[in-house]
């Protein structure tokens, strides 16, 4: 190979010279045009740049659509985060306000005759089953709260009597519990009788008054306080009104049927009674 281009050199430069020439003319007959073999490459590549630069825009166009769905998408969870943050404290807001609704009434509503020591608590689970009604509230020894301390609502309607204490919870038997046994009076009459649990009538809602005075009239629509006779629990506390009277199986004695004034289903704060005084 290397003797050829030794022996042929000069005709091989002749021939690229001539070459280079019959190009030059080629070029200027046609006025400028492109070479025939650069139009031939023109010609078969220019569909692919087109293809390309489709392809191209179409994938700028596509991430640009997708950049944007991101943002918004990241906008959307930073918008609900912000509704949702607005709406906890809505609901702040308004538990604040009802429960300085219910300790404004609580204070208003204070039966004049007593001096008391009274504990905020909120109701933080309800039981309710064949045996018992209770109520655990979010406030317990830690607080002075103690076993017998009786609870009332935001108007002094009663609840019900603490059972058990820890140290930041506490159970309330509820007046319509079983284990319920406290003296009773009726308000219209100034009649004594005994509240009582009653397993019936517990799944009802509802509680007795036993130990009627004899040739007591009572009515339907009778407003029940609470005694107060033997100094363990506040005087003059709304227990409930006479549903009806009945007479027991025995046909003996006769008891009175009644709704507590308080909503034990709907509770949401209570008052714990921590310590009272008869005011004369």
Avoid at 257 to 273: C, K, N, R, S, Y
């Amino acid at each position: 190979m290397k003797d050829f281009f030794r022996n042929n050199g000069v005709l091989i430069l002749i021939a690229a010279i001539l070459l280079a020439l019959v190009t030059a003319v080629v070029s200027a007959l046609l006025g400028g045009g492109a070479n025939p073999l650069a139009n031939l490459v023109n010609i078969v590549t220019t569909p692919v740049r087109s293809g390309i630069s489709a392809v191209a825009g179409w994938a700028e166009e596509k991430y640009n659509d997708t950049f944007e769905l991101e943002q918004m998408k990241e906008q959307l969870e930073q918008a609900l985060q912000r509704v949702a943050e607005l709406e906890a404290k809505e609901r702040q807001y308004e538990a604040a306000l009802q429960e300085n609704e219910r300790l404004r009434d609580f204070a208003g509503l204070r039966p004049s005759s007593l001096s008391f020591d009274p504990e905020s608590a909120t109701v933080t689970e309800r039981s309710t089953s064949n045996w018992n009604s209770t109520l655990t509230i979010s406030k317990g020894s830690s607080m002075g709260i103690a076993v017998d301390d009786v609870v009332v609502d935001q108007y002094w309607n009663l609840v019900g009597v603490v059972a058990e204490v820890g140290e930041n919870w506490a159970t309330v038997r509820t007046l319509v519990d079983v284990g319920t046994e406290m003296g009773g009076q009726i308000a219209r009459t100034g009649g004594a009788a005994i509240l009582e649990g009653d397993f019936a009538l517990m799944g009802e809602g509802k509680l007795k008054l036993t130990y009627l005075p004899e040739n007591s009239e009572l009515m339907s629509g009778d407003l029940i306080t609470t005694s107060g006779r033997g100094g363990v629990y506040p005087p003059g506390l709304a227990a409930g009104h006479v549903e009806e009277v009945r007479t027991d199986p025995s046909g003996m004695t006769r008891y009175a049927v009644l709704i507590p004034e308080t909503d034990l289903a709907g509770l949401q704060q209570v008052f714990v009674i921590k310590d009272f005084e008869v005011v004369e």
